[in-house]
């Protein structure tokens, strides 16, 4: 069965620091990883997505997020926060060859502090 | 741009009473999803259809039915709302041409059940 653990409900970093929000997941075969954002009563936004091929991939408003097999990890990344990357950030996986079904994580919620 | 638009952004409906919302997407999405959202859960499959009349049960289908008599609407169907179905739900949909497609999403139906 496919999982995803988003292991901190709350993150909170500074205007300008880089920022890392943190994604595990759980698959039995290959693994299709994607990031979503939902700002305050809104749907969710894509990211990024990883297929496959390099480990990093970039995606919108300046976010990257890093593949790692070994550790089943795809942790979401920014060099400088804005006060405006301030959301609620969802991983979500889907396993190759099960289906079209996502799982998202229970999502984590993103506080830049001026 | 794909649109996913859904009916209410706000709903209140009263336990036993039969509700509806409903979902259209401009882009020719063969896949149509119906997520709930709620705080700390992340996102839960509901239904979901991959083509016109055609559905199946996602992780949560109890309550709920859904029906897609055109391939751009996917309606959900709750037939005798309860209090513990008051929650956010979220419309999304995707291209079928390959199990690593997006899914884009509506901005969200708030419903409460008193």
């Known amino acids: 069965a496919q999982s995803v653990a988003q292991p901190e409900d709350q993150v909170n970093v500074a205007e300008g620091n880089p920022l890392t929000v943190k994604c595990t997941y759980s698959?039995?075969?290959?693994?299709?990883l994607f990031w979503y954002v939902q700002y305050p009563n809104r749907g969710l936004q894509f990211l990024l997505k990883?297929?496959?091929?390099?480990?990093l991939v970039k995606g919108s408003y300046g976010f990257e997020a890093e593949f790692n097999k070994s550790q089943t990890s795809f942790h979401l990344k920014k060099p400088s926060a804005l006060v405006s990357d301030s959301a609620l950030y969802f991983c979500?996986?889907?396993?190759?060859?099960?289906?079209?079904?996502?799982?998202f994580g229970p999502g984590t919620r993103l506080s830049v502090l001026p | 741009d794909v649109k996913v638009t859904q009916s209410s952004r706000y709903l209140v409906k009263r336990t036993g009473e039969k509700v509806f919302l409903e979902c259209v997407q401009d882009?020719?999405?063969?896949?149509m999803f119906w997520y709930r959202q709620d705080p700390g859960l992340g996102l839960r499959l509901i239904y979901f259809s991959y083509d016109v009349k055609m559905k199946e049960k996602g992780d949560i289908p109890e309550g709920y039915s859904v029906s897609r008599e055109k391939k751009e609407r996917f309606s959900l169907i709750l037939e005798s709302a309860s209090t513990n179905q008051t929650s956010m739900y979220l419309c999304?949909?995707?291209?079928?041409?390959?199990?690593?497609?997006?899914?884009?999403f509506g901005p969200g139906t708030r419903l409460t059940v008193l």
């Open positions: 698959v039995s075969g290959n693994p299709y």
């Open positions: 882009m020719d999405h063969e896949n």
């Open positions: 999304a949909s995707s291209l079928a041409s390959g199990r690593t497609d997006t899914q884009y």
């Open positions: 990883y297929i496959t091929g390099d480990n």
């Open positions: 979500a996986v889907r396993e190759y060859n099960y289906g079209q079904n996502f799982v």
